[in-house]
């Protein structure tokens, strides 16, 4: 008698049975759309007109604050008060009235004679003095006083026998306006002086003598020559 053959077990098996292995497939493709769905359904779906959420708005950018240096006031001297300085008009337009003894028609006009307080003094007074010589040069000042009850500006002349001015300052306040002319300059003051007070115009000459031929503060003969 023959013996019935026992059909092959394991991998044998499985490779000579080919529905065994589409039926394991088919049985994990159900199981993998079983857990995707449920993954899927336990997501919260988004309420019907709610808007997704506002993404956050940078703040506005503020430019760091940049100190602005503010130029200090110039120090005024005591008894001195600032005033507009500047060629007069007459004299920046560079027509013959510029000098104030010449008249718009060309003739000279008196000139004014000099301001004096009501006690017979003048009412600025100036005082020349050298402050300082060297080779080829001098620096020269005339310190002047206002001896009248009111504010008031100035005006400098000097002659000298030849040279040259450098240049001709006062310290600390708005500088006026120079005038020079062959034989030395006239220098009109941007300051005004309060009543009893006082200022110094000082002055760089080269190659002239440090004794001026003529020193005169509003048409009044400086003292100290």
């Not at 703040?59 to 503010?70: D, G, I």
């Not at 007069?88 to 510029?98: D, M």
């Not at 620096?139 to 030849?162: D, K």
């Not at 006026?176 to 006082?198: A, K, M, N």
């Amino acid at each position: 008698m023959r013996r019935v053959p026992r059909p092959p077990h394991g991998p044998v098996a499985i490779a000579t049975s080919p529905w065994i292995v589409v039926g394991a497939g088919v049985v994990v493709m159900v199981v993998l759309l079983f857990v995707a769905l449920g993954a899927y359904r336990g997501r919260s779906p988004a309420p019907d007109g709610a808007r997704p959420p506002a993404l956050p708005v940078p703040s506005a950018v503020v430019a760091p604050s940049v100190s602005t240096s503010v130029p200090s006031p110039v120090p005024a001297l005591p008894g001195i008060s600032a005033r507009a300085s500047g060629l007069p008009p007459s004299a920046a337009s560079g027509s013959p009235s510029a000098d104030p003894t010449v008249g718009s028609s060309g003739r000279p006009t008196p000139t004014r004679s000099p301001s004096r307080a009501s006690s017979g003094q003048p009412a600025m007074t100036g005082r020349y003095r050298v402050v300082q010589s060297f080779d080829g040069g001098f620096i020269g000042e005339v310190a002047m006083v206002n001896a009248s009850a009111r504010s008031r500006g100035w005006t400098v002349r000097l002659e000298f026998s030849g040279g040259r001015l450098v240049t001709a300052w006062v310290e600390g306040v708005p500088q006026g306006t120079i005038r020079q002319s062959d034989d030395g300059f006239t220098y009109v003051s941007g300051v005004e002086v309060s009543p009893g007070g006082s200022v110094s115009l000082r002055f760089h000459m080269e190659r002239a003598s440090s004794t001026p031929r003529e020193c005169t503060v509003d048409g009044v003969r400086c003292d100290g020559l």
